[in-house]
T-cell receptor, first 114, second 110 residues
Framework: ETGVTQSPTHLIKTRGQQVTLRCSSQ?????VSWYQQALGQGPQFIFQ???????GRGNFPPRFSGLQFPNYSSELNVNALELDDSALYLC?????????????FGPGTRLTVT | EDKVVQSPLSLVVHEGDTVTLNCSYE??????LLWYKQEKKAPTFLFML????IEKKSGRLSSILDKKELFSILNITATQTGDSAVYLC??????????FGRGTSLIVHP
């Protein structure tokens, strides 16, 4: 196991609702990245946080937002949920930039939107 | 827009076989390419490649990068059932944001 934890493991929400997913990074890592993985697809980069600031964002609408706290844990918030938001949400921690260092992934949160 | 194509999409082999997984990419200002193994949920890191022609090895797995032809391969020799997984490659460009491919699903039968 990598030491990256996520909660909850599973979640069922209704279209239009809001959801908050949480991630604790591996000890010593100050960068957290969030990914959305639909069934049969590779993870899609949502955004990355470094020292509490957003540091890179993928092609996701503003209703996807995040936070990083002083202890480097992080939250992903999704507003106005849509059916297509159903996916596995992965967070990954690293020493610095996601593409320049090894990333350690958490077990993911499976979100189902009905 | 960055692009990653992995092939084949799926592969079924028997224990002891050797497999080669391919990853071709188009990335602006290439920085690195990472390989991951995803068994159930969390992808696990295998290799990070930044230079052409330098093979990285870890046990029965090895990988190499060709920055001129824009591809990487992942080799697994003497496959075992525990190698069954989805293998993902993720190049990153100037922004260091990785772009993941769809992955190659490998099934190893006893």
């Amino acid at each position: 196991e990598t030491g990256v934890t996520q909660s909850p493991t599973h979640l069922i929400k209704t279209r239009g609702q809001q959801v908050t997913l949480r991630c604790s990074s591996q000890s010593g890592h100050n960068t957290v990245s969030w990914y959305q993985q639909a069934l049969g697809q590779g993870p899609q980069f949502i955004f990355q946080y470094y020292r509490e600031e957003e540091n890179g964002r993928g092609n996701f609408p503003p209703r996807f937002s995040g936070l990083q706290f002083p202890n480097y844990s992080s939250e992903l918030n999704v507003n106005a949920l849509e059916l297509d938001d159903s996916a596995l949400y992965l967070c990954a921690s690293s020493l610095r930039l996601a593409g320049a260092y090894e990333q350690y992934f958490g077990p993911g949160t499976r979100l189902t939107v009905t | 827009e960055d692009k990653v194509v992995q092939s084949p999409l799926s592969l079924v082999v028997h224990e002891g076989d050797t497999v080669t997984l391919n990853c071709s990419y188009e990335v602006t200002n290439f920085r690195s390419l990472l390989w991951y193994k995803q068994e159930k949920k969390a992808p696990t890191f295998l290799f990070m490649l930044t230079s052409s022609g330098i093979e990285k090895k870890s046990g029965r797995l090895s990988s190499i990068l060709d920055k001129k032809e824009l591809f990487s391969i992942l080799n697994i020799t003497a496959t075992q059932t525990g190698d069954s997984a989805v293998y993902l490659c993720a190049p990153s460009g100037g922004s260091y944001i990785p772009t993941f491919g769809r992955g190659t699903s490998l099934i190893v039968h006893p």
